[in-house]
């Protein structure tokens, strides 16, 4: 995998890879306009690993959608590499949705070229760029198959390598381990630390899990119910490579104890 | 029961039915007047196959279904799409189409008659009229079955909206527009059987209205056995392209 991590690893510098300015968002309901996300600010460096927690309904999947260019905020700006974003850019950002995105049609494979046939990239160059993807998340030899013939996990797998195909800087997951049993959960987030490793990429990522968002984080946004506004930005210094025995420690749980004091006592 | 005992089964139980249709007239246990002998009824299918009249009406029937079926299923698929797609013409057409689909179609067939006089137009607009409604709500079921969260990902990596049509809404919409396909046959090819058979100077059902009201038996059954082949062939086309289109499906 030396040449996806190379591609991405000189971005690991100073420059922020996400970049969110005094954004908010109203949407028109039923009973007039409704204030869905307040005053947003975030700052992202290259490289990070950010997770969002906060209750059902707070915006966290809209503030997501925002970020990859698929919905419009009412107010602030959205920087990601630099730049605004209008509309989705595959080049800069890659998404990875909750359970049952990929094309039931489609091979493991296929569904992983998908982004590259849009752009018509050479048939044989965008096998061998999915098959390699399909290897660095752990599914070498599985490509043939349709994603009936996969389980929940190696689903999620191949939705990773569908996200990193075209090697996008930054990474964004809308709580794709959710519908996941705990166990191969617990393992997804483990593999997905060390495919972050191997291709250093910036990744926000969005949980309802305390416990995967500690384990997972370099920083935890808390926000509060809506309107969304973040509440508190938590630094996790957990050493890493993040092992199991962590959660098991004083610290990993001061930090859970913090968020969920946050999201307990929010508005 | 295993795959090929299954076939096994089938096929006894097929060989019995026919057996029955030969022996039973054969030795006299039912009137051979109302059900002849199969060999009996065999032996007119190759004789009416043989006939030009017959060549000619299984020509002007063959044109009346194709020409329907050309002109009902597109139609009836812009209109099933449209109505899915476009929530005020869904919301303002769909309950009368809903409704209008429960009516037999047939009791319109002399109001065709009126409009269209008798002949080759009037056949083909009673057997798009009977099939269209069918292809319409097919085709909407078919958009609505399109999920959103695959629309969504096409759109975050970039897709545009003839991408978005080729690359998801195709293949989603496939299997169940297959399916439609296979059922409008059934109810075009009835459309222009009961049209041909209720008034018509030409046509495969006209012969068999006429061997059916000058009690000929033989060349009636040969007629229903040609026209259940044709639709049966039709019919196993399609769905071999269905199982084909989707593997896919657990």
Known sequence: MQHVAGLSGARAGAKAAVEVRGLSHVYAGR???????????????????????????????????????????????????????????????????????????????????????????????????????????????????????????????????????????????????????????????????????????????????????????????????????????ITVDLPRPRTYQMMATEAFGALRERIWGQIRTAP | MRGGTLVLFRLALLAAVLLLWEALPRFGLVNAMLLPPLSDVLAALAHILGRADVHTALGVTAAEVVVAFVIAVPLGAALGVLSAENEYFGDIFKPMLFYVFSIPKSIFLPMFILVFGIGFPQKVAYATFSTVFIVIMSAAAAVESVKAEHLLVARSYGATQAQILRRVYLPSMLPILLEALRISMIFNFTGVMIAEMYASRVGIGRLIADWGENFEMTKLLAGVILLAAAAMAFNEAVRSLEARCSTWRA
Not at chain 1, 187 to 206: C, P, Q, Y
């Open chain 1, 31 to 233: 009973d007039g306009a409704v204030p869905a996300l307040e005053s947003i600010d975030i700052t992202v460096p290259a490289g990070r690993f950010v997770v969002i927690v906060g209750p059902s309904g707070c915006g966290k999947t809209s503030l997501l959608m925002m970020l990859a260019g698929l919905r419009a905020q009412s107010s602030g700006t959205i920087l990601i590499d630099g730049r605004p974003i209008a509309r989705p850019d595959p080049e800069r950002v890659g998404v990875v949705f909750q359970e049952a995105s990929l094309y039931p049609w489609l091979t493991a494979v296929e569904n992983v070229e998908f982004p590259l046939a849009l752009k018509h990239a050479p048939r044989g160059e965008r096998r061998d760029r999915a098959e390699a993807m399909l290897k660095l998340v752990g599914l070498e030899g599985f490509g043939s198959r349709h994603p009936h013939e996969l389980s929940g996990g190696m689903k999620q797998r191949v939705s990773i390598a569908r996200g990193l195909v075209q090697d996008p800087p930054v990474l964004l997951m809308d709580e794709p381990f959710a519908a996941l049993d705990e166990q191969t959960r617990m393992t997804m987030g483990h593999e997905l630390l060390r495919i972050w490793g191997e291709t250093s990429k910036t990744v926000v990522f969005i949980t309802h899990s305390l416990t995967e968002a500690v384990y997972l984080a370099d920083e935890v946004l808390v926000m509060s119910a809506r309107p969304g506004r973040i509440l508190d930005r």
